[in-house]
T-cell receptor, first 108, second 112 residues
Framework: KNEVEQSPQNLTAQEGEFITINCSYS?????LHWLQQHPGGGIVSLFM???GKKKHGRLIATINIQEKHSSLHITASHPRDSAVYIC??????????FGEGTQLTVNP | DTAVSQTPKYLVTQMGNDKSIKCEQN?????MYWYKQDSKKFLKIMFS???????INETVPNRFSPKSPDKAHLNLHINSLELGDSAVYFC???????????FGDGTRLSIL
């Protein structure tokens, strides 16, 4: 079993919908990352958080350290949000351990 | 202007060959990383260097050897390439290990 589990694996939404992607982890962490990988393959860091909540534009990330759970929300989704969203946790020894990613498709 | 640049973008070669992938960052970061993304798109850390010193060395065959001539460069040399080495390799950097990482565009390695 992977130390980082994401759900759902695949998500299809209509433009304008509110989207939630979940990430659960089973190890002690110092921080959690949300990454975005576009169809072209490039990877962009969206958030790095160790507590609470962060917001950037239409994206919101939350983390509950006690429950070992994080969520990534996208408000007013748009086709350009279509990408793979990857959760990764920073563990002891400064290692990033990745989830398997969530493929998001937003249809117009 | 590119923050983290990898070369080449594509690498197609025969089994048994030796090849290198170069990575350079112009962000002034102290820490650099190599990741492997397999055919199922799963990312895994391979190596990490902090100020030219190796700090992470995952269970990677010793055919893979990272080299950091200075803190702005982290190259990956692979000896005796095997079919299973086919993947996309990403370089990344961060100010410190506790800061967000900036990724290169990836190098798609195909072994024939």
């Amino acid at each position: 079993k992977n130390e980082v589990e994401q759900s759902p694996q695949n998500l299809t939404a209509q433009e304008g919908e509110f989207i939630t992607i979940n990430c659960s982890y089973s190890v002690g962490i110092s921080a959690l990352h949300w990454l975005q990988q576009h169809p072209g393959g490039g990877i962009v860091s969206l958030f790095m958080l160790s507590s609470g909540k962060k917001k950037h534009g239409r994206l919101i990330a939350t983390i509950n350290i006690q429950e070992k759970h994080s969520s990534l929300h996208i408000t007013a989704s748009h086709p350009r949000d279509s990408a793979v969203y990857i959760c990764a946790v920073l563990t002891s020894g400064s290692r990033l351990t990745f989830g398997e990613g969530t493929q998001l498709t937003v249809n117009p | 202007d590119t923050a983290v640049s990898q070369t080449p973008k594509y690498l197609v070669t025969q089994m048994g060959n030796d090849k290198s992938i170069k990575c350079e960052q112009n962000l002034g970061h102290d820490t650099m990383y190599w990741y492997k993304q397999d055919s199922k798109k799963f990312l895994k850390i391979m190596f990490s260097y902090n100020n030219k010193e190796l700090i992470i060395n995952e269970t990677v065959p010793n055919r893979f050897s990272p080299k950091s001539p200075d803190k702005a460069h982290l190259n990956l040399h692979i000896n005796s390439l095997e079919l299973g080495d086919s993947a996309v390799y990403f370089c990344a950097s961060s100010g410190t290990v506790n800061q967000p990482q900036h990724f290169g565009d990836g190098t798609r390695l195909s072994i024939l």
